[in-house]
């Protein structure tokens, strides 16, 4: 037939922009009409453009819940349930070469400390001194120690920090899917 421009054949197609939509990686319709006025992708026909719901595009585009902000269980003693939490690398580290800011909240009385570390690593031995430290003030021990940071503590550790927990059972270090105090 000696057809040499086949975008002609394409001027009828109405479901012409939606595959062009999906095959240009669902860009927006306003771009794929420009695109098509000035000629700026070879091969691109002449079509009706139709504004059409992509499914695809409005899956994308939908947003996850949110975490909730708190949790429901809140301890009714000190030391019940402590909260634990890395933060770091900061740049640039403190002139004592810290990198690393170890917080620790009483889910109770909602008290917090913090301490500055070198390397994660240090997190363990720096929550053991704190354990001491707070159970020799206050009388009472840690009953559940929170975190969402468990390999600072799981990895190499685990089973001598549930010793020395003086928990009976490694479900007791909790490891939550959020974040929930700090
Ligand atoms: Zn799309």
């Given at each position: 037939?000696?057809?040499?421009?086949?975008?002609?054949?394409?001027?009828?197609?109405?479901?012409?922009?939606?595959?062009?939509?999906?095959?240009?990686?669902?860009?927006?319709?306003?771009?794929?009409?420009?695109?098509?006025?000035?000629?700026?992708?070879?091969?691109?026909?002449?079509?009706?453009?139709?504004?059409?719901?992509?499914?695809?595009?409005?899956?994308?585009?939908?947003?996850?819940?949110?975490?909730?902000?708190?949790?429901?269980?809140?301890?009714?003693?000190?030391?019940?349930?402590?909260?634990g939490d890395l933060c770091g690398p900061?740049?640039?580290?403190?002139?004592?070469?810290?990198r690393y800011i170890f917080v620790l909240?009483?889910?109770?009385?909602?008290?917090?400390?913090?301490a500055?570390l070198?390397e994660k690593s240090d997190a363990f031995?720096k929550f053991?001194?704190?354990?001491?430290?707070?159970?020799?003030?206050?009388?009472?021990?840690?009953?559940?120690?929170?975190t969402d940071r468990g390999g600072e503590f799981?990895?190499?550790?685990?089973?001598?920090?549930?010793?020395?927990?003086?928990?009976?059972?490694?479900?007791?270090?909790?490891?939550?899917?959020?974040?929930?105090?700090c």
């Amino acid at each position: 037939m000696g057809i040499i421009d086949n975008t002609r054949l394409n001027l009828t197609e109405t479901s012409g922009s939606s595959r062009w939509h999906s095959r240009l990686g669902h860009i927006n319709l306003d771009a794929l009409k420009l695109m098509m006025q000035k000629k700026l992708v070879f091969g691109i026909p002449s079509m009706t453009l139709e504004k059409k719901l992509c499914g695809s595009c409005l899956l994308g585009k939908q947003s996850r819940q949110a975490f909730p902000q708190a949790t429901t269980f809140r301890a009714s003693k000190n030391l019940e349930l402590v909260h634990g939490d890395l933060c770091g690398p900061i740049t640039p580290s403190t002139l004592a070469g810290n990198r690393y800011i170890f917080v620790l909240i009483d889910d109770h009385s909602r008290y917090m400390w913090t301490a500055l570390l070198k390397e994660k690593s240090d997190a363990f031995n720096k929550f053991k001194r704190f354990k001491s430290l707070v159970e020799q003030e206050s009388g009472a021990s840690i009953q559940t120690f929170r975190t969402d940071r468990g390999g600072e503590f799981m990895s190499k550790s685990s089973v001598r920090f549930v010793m020395l927990m003086g928990l009976n059972d490694i479900s007791r270090l909790h490891i939550p899917h959020s974040r929930t105090v700090c």
